[in-house]
Structure formats: structure tokens, C-alpha cells
């Protein structure tokens, strides 16, 4: 299974408008797998081809199930970059679609009145955190004693 967000990433993300309503069932898969529950989140994990707003009730019900809180608006980016950079190192996501989101979220939500051709500076932001980038997350053996 992918990376999937914690609930705080995935509130960040979809506050953004950088989340799609298709990867919600995905998402509370991975969260009944790391031991949350919750009926709708049951029912939204199994959702399969089913109608975008019937999924966006039952999300917004799992949300509220598992008491996830609105991120206030600078406590979103961190969360965002966390995810992103992590979906990255898996392999799952390119530096292209990453700088994308990251773009698209500066356009929206931190510099709407900003000509997109600024976020050069994003560019220089990826090169210093990726240059020594580690994922947190469950510590590997390394086999050695």
C-alpha cells in the first residue's frame, strides 16, 4: 500500500485543495491498517466507484468521527512539505509533482496575488531540504550488532 497522510497531513492537504476525493477510500484504508476505526471510516475504505459526494459526506463524517480539527492556515504548509517529501522519498511522487503542489498551494493560499514564476525559490528550497532529507518514521534495522 502507498504512503498515505496522517489525518492532520490529509486535513492540511485537502484544506489546500491538494486533495482528490478519489484518494479518500485509500486514505482510511491505511488508517483502519494503523489501527484506527470508526463505521464511516469501515464504509469509506470500502467505497468503490461510488458518487464524489457521497464520499465527500462520508469523509467529512470520518473527520469528524475521529475528532481530526481544522489546521489553522500556518500550521499547513509544514504538514504539507512533510507529506509531500516523504511521498517522495518512497518513490511514489517526482520532484515535478511535488514542486506542482507546492506552487499551486503558494498560488492559493499563501500568495494569490504573486505571479507563479516566483516560486523559482522553491527550487533552491528543495535542493537544501532533499540534499539531506530523512522521512521520519519506523527506524530500520540495519542487521549489524
Given at each position: 500500500?502507498?504512503?498515505?497522510p496522517?489525518?492532520?497531513?490529509?486535513?492540511?492537504?485537502?484544506?489546500?485543495?491538494?486533495?482528490?476525493?478519489?484518494?479518500?477510500?485509500?486514505?482510511?484504508?491505511?488508517?483502519?491498517?494503523?489501527?484506527?476505526?470508526?463505521?464511516?471510516?469501515?464504509t469509506?475504505?470500502?467505497?468503490?466507484?461510488?458518487?464524489?459526494?457521497?464520499?465527500?459526506?462520508?469523509w467529512?463524517?470520518?473527520?469528524?468521527?475521529?475528532?481530526?480539527?481544522?489546521?489553522?492556515l500556518?500550521?499547513?504548509?509544514?504538514?504539507?512539505?512533510?507529506?509531500e517529501?516523504a511521498?517522495?522519498?518512497?518513490?511514489?511522487?517526482?520532484r515535478?509533482?511535488i514542486?506542482?503542489?507546492?506552487?499551486?498551494?503558494?498560488?492559493?493560499?499563501?500568495?494569490?496575488?504573486?505571479?507563479?514564476?516566483?516560486?523559482?525559490?522553491?527550487?533552491?528550497?528543495?535542493?537544501?531540504?532533499?540534499?539531506?532529507?530523512?522521512?521520519?518514521?519506523?527506524?530500520?534495522k540495519?542487521?549489524r550488532?
Open positions: 500500500m502507498e504512503l498515505q496522517t489525518p492532520d497531513q490529509a486535513m492540511a492537504l485537502m484544506t489546500s485543495g491538494l486533495l482528490e476525493v478519489d484518494d479518500f477510500p485509500d486514505i482510511a484504508a491505511q488508517w483502519l491498517a494503523d489501527g484506527m476505526d470508526s463505521a464511516n471510516l469501515r469509506l475504505a470500502g467505497a468503490d466507484n461510488e458518487d464524489p459526494n457521497d464520499i465527500r459526506d462520508l467529512t463524517a470520518t473527520l469528524q468521527d475521529l475528532e481530526v480539527q481544522a489546521i489553522p500556518e500550521k499547513q504548509w509544514p504538514l504539507i512539505w512533510a507529506y517529501l511521498s517522495w522519498k518512497t518513490g511514489q511522487r517526482t515535478g509533482q514542486l506542482r503542489d507546492a506552487v499551486q498551494y503558494l498560488r492559493a493560499v499563501e500568495y494569490a496575488d504573486r505571479d507563479a514564476e516566483e516560486a523559482y525559490v522553491l527550487w533552491q528550497l528543495w535542493d537544501e531540504l532533499t540534499s539531506n532529507y530523512i522521512p521520519q518514521g519506523p527506524k530500520m540495519s542487521g550488532t
